[in-house]
């Protein structure tokens, strides 16, 4: 802890994150007024005083869709890492455990994921499925599993041998309460710093997916939609991609320097 | 010696001078260079300018002599052409009846599977009469069929081509076809031999820039010297630039919210009502648009024959009433889907009906896609509403009336499922008999009724927009860029 509180980039991400998080749970107080609520007749302003961020091409606040945007960033960033997390770990650790053919099984399928590079593969998921949100937070959390199974394995199979766990097995201790009580912790420090990481990861990859047109339906607030949409008037209104492009710089920024730092804090080689 | 250097160099110096190259952006890539295996604006535009019809129409909706000089309705069902002398193809082959009869039955030859065919379906025969005269036969007087000659897909092509055409064109028209590199640009040299005299311009190169905003810098830099279909914002930056030239003219273009009449949610007249009166039609002209659009009340803007233009609006902005007609309906809580395809414009409006519906508490969820997935969605029986970009390419009433509301292009082109028999007579009608003030009277009945019954809200006619480099001058264009006309354009610098 000391070692995280002393490192000041890490820091920076973690007032970041915060921020974000008080953005998105606050935002219905925070904005001006509905992310949706259109006003034809003041389309396109600048930013102002009445318009903090300007007025996009249907006349709504884009500080409040900004705002509103820190939800759906925020929740396409978890929802997919915590999903591929679980996933991921738990076949990590089976893999990693029993070895064998299981093992060679359930790897080999990762390795066939990761072959495709990622923004690709969850093009390739979204495209099957169909275009939406729970489509993209699914192809998201697809692309992400390969990474924790892999992990986990390795940190499991390093573990398996230990003699604490040689140890419990002679004491009698079933394989679920050895993986869970005596295999899985030594895997957490690592798991926590990947899935900070991965966070970043997702929102980037949402806001592209969402760039495309796979993400997000109209007329959801999202960061990657408003960037789609505002490219068509970047001469006459720079603020439409000015705006949203920082949101999505800062998130990710966020996530990496608070990933670093726990990378560094939690490692116990240094 | 000295002489012939001389004259050399100023051979040199009067051909650059004269060798002018015009370029021009369009959106997509053309999906072939046949103007009969395609219903695709982006080939029309290169095709308008490789190939020919025996008629054509001018900016003022006048049918004017094309491959054909003059014609005349020897009997109600034919119509008798008499070709144009000393026509060739690019290939040097000759233009005569039998080669205009062959395109036409091409056309008309299922195996071609041409996606226009339905233009041109009321002919039943086409007769060599001589050699430089031609009977178009229908089986039932057909009112309009002038106007569908002039549609490109009625384009004369030379048969023997056939599959060639779609990559190595080969027309009669003022351009012949050069060079097509697929998603980069078409290139077009001026036909020494057009009967009409050579073009001015020289080169036409046809660029394919698929975003607008890489249009506009291209314009701005001289990249190219003219873009279309500017949308609204753009189009008034551009029009404050002093160095270049905009022009904003009527089309024949209207844009529709379809209404599914036989889905169980919207078959209560009283919702469409609502529907209708939730839409502030002149807010969404004026404002969204930017006046660069006119708020619609008939299906088919002024510039159409036989458009009722002068119709008044029966459902008025109203959301009061709206909320109240969806009460007496029982209808409150109303979610609904609206089917639109990507198409950046299209979407915006989507997004903005969204917003209107949602005042008067109707839920509207907005499906986007690629425009073959909308099409087999909307021509499903589920579907409910959906957002269509038309135009009345024939200018003509029946063109878009005929397609919209008989109940036999139930779902091909009908995707409102609108079945009244009166109408279908009507429409019958319209296209049988001869006399100009019978078929305005039957249009008028029609225009009248489908206003009233609500099968789709019409909600604008665009204008047609177009920027330009203030060098090109003299170019037609009627009603729609796919009419670029450069016979009688010149460029200077």
Known sequence: ?270 | MRRLVFTIVLAAVIGTGAAQTLTTAIGQNPPTLDPQTTFNGFSFHVTNQIYETLVRVTPDNEVVPGLATSWEFVEPTRLRFSLRQGVTFHDGSTLDAAAVAASLERLLDPATAAPGRFVVSAITAVEVVDDTTVDVVTGQPFAPILAHLAHPVASVVPVGLADALSRDPVGTGPYRFVSWVDGSQVELVANDAYWGGAPAIERVIVRIIPEVSTQIVELRSGGVDIIFNVPPDNYLSLQNDASLVTEAIEGWGSAHLGINVAAPELADLRVRQAIAHAIDKALITEEFLRGLAAPAVAPIPGTVRFAAADLEEPYPFDPEGARALLAEAGAEGLALRLDVYQNPDLEAVAQVLQFALAEIGVDLTIRVQDFAAYTQAIERDDAQLYLTAWGTVTLDADYTLYAFFHSSEIPGNNRSRYAVDAIDALLERGRAVADDAERLAAYAEVQAAVVRDLPMVTLYYPLFTYAKRPGLEGEAIAFSWINLDLRNASLSD
């Open chain 1, 1 to 270: 802890m000391r070692r995280f509180r002393r490192n000041r980039g890490a820091l920076l991400g973690a007032v970041l994150v915060a921020l974000l998080v008080g953005a998105a749970v606050f935002a219905p107080w925070l904005a001006d007024r509905g992310p949706s609520q259109q006003d034809l007749r003041a389309r396109l302003q600048p930013p102002s005083l009445t318009h903090p961020f300007g007025t996009d091409e249907f006349g709504r606040s884009l500080y409040s869709r900004v705002l509103h945007g820190a939800r759906v960033s925020l929740l396409t960033g978890l929802i997919p890492v915590v999903a591929a997390l679980v996933v991921g770990s738990s076949l990590g650790l089976l893999a990693g455990f029993f070895g064998g053919r299981l093992e060679g099984a359930i790897m080999r399928v990762m390795d066939v994921l990761l072959a495709f590079p990622s923004l690709l593969l969850a093009l390739a998921v979204v495209g099957t499925l169909g275009p939406g949100l729970v489509n993209a937070v699914i192809a998201i959390a697809v692309v992400e599993i390969p990474q924790y199974a892999r992990l986990v394995r390795s940190v499991v199979l390093g573990t398996r041998e230990e003699d604490y766990v040689q140890a419990a097995r002679a004491l009698g201790a079933g394989n679920a309460r050895l993986m869970l009580r005596h295999v899985l912790p030594s895997a957490i420090g690592p798991i926590v710093v990947q899935a900070t990481l991965g966070i970043g990861f997702a929102i980037l990859a949402m806001a592209g997916l969402s760039f495309l047109g796979l993400g997000v339906q109209p007329p959801t607030a999202d960061w990657g939609e408003m960037l789609a949409r505002g490219r068509r008037f970047l001469p006459e209104a720079t603020w439409l991609m000015v705006f949203p492009g920082v949101a999505v710089s800062l998130t990710v920024l966020a996530f990496n320097l608070l990933g670093d730092g726990l990378r560094d804090a939690l490692d116990p080689r240094s």
